[in-house]
C-alpha cells in the first residue's frame, strides 16, 4: 500500500479525467506495462495488466490504498472505468482476464 500512497502523491505524466459528476481520474501504465495505477479521487491502487496484450487481471484489483477490500461489485464498477478511460488514454480496448488465467 505504501508504494501506491507514495506514488499518489508523486506521479507525473498520468492521464487524467473529470466526469461530469467532478469526480477526478488518474491512470498511467507503469514499468515494462505489467501494472496499471488507477486513481480514482482520493482513492487509488495498482493492478495487474499487460499493456503489450491489452488485457487486465480483473482479480488483481483487491484493496484502496487506505487498505479498504474491494467488494465484487465495487470491482465490477472500478473495471468498467478503467476499460473506458484505458481506451481514452491509450487509444486500445483493454479486456479482461478469465478468472482462472491470469492472461487469457
Given at each position: 500500500m505504501s508504494r501506491v500512497k507514495e506514488?499518489?502523491?508523486t506521479i507525473s505524466g498520468?492521464?487524467?479525467f473529470k466526469d461530469p459528476d467532478g469526480t477526478m481520474y488518474k491512470m498511467k501504465i507503469l514499468g515494462r506495462g505489467e501494472e496499471l495505477f488507477f486513481q480514482r479521487g482520493g482513492d487509488a491502487l495498482i493492478?495487474?495488466?499487460s499493456a503489450r496484450f491489452s488485457?487486465?487481471?480483473q482479480m488483481s484489483i483487491k484493496r484502496w490504498d487506505n487498505g479498504h477490500k474491494i467488494s465484487d461489485k465495487e470491482?465490477?464498477?472500478i473495471l468498467v472505468k478503467i476499460v473506458e478511460l484505458y481506451k481514452k488514454a491509450y487509444q486500445d480496448d483493454l479486456?479482461?482476464?478469465l478468472e482462472d488465467s491470469k492472461y487469457s
Open positions: 506514488l499518489k502523491n498520468a492521464h487524467e493492478c495487474d495488466i488485457v487486465i487481471d470491482r465490477a464498477l479486456t479482461l482476464s
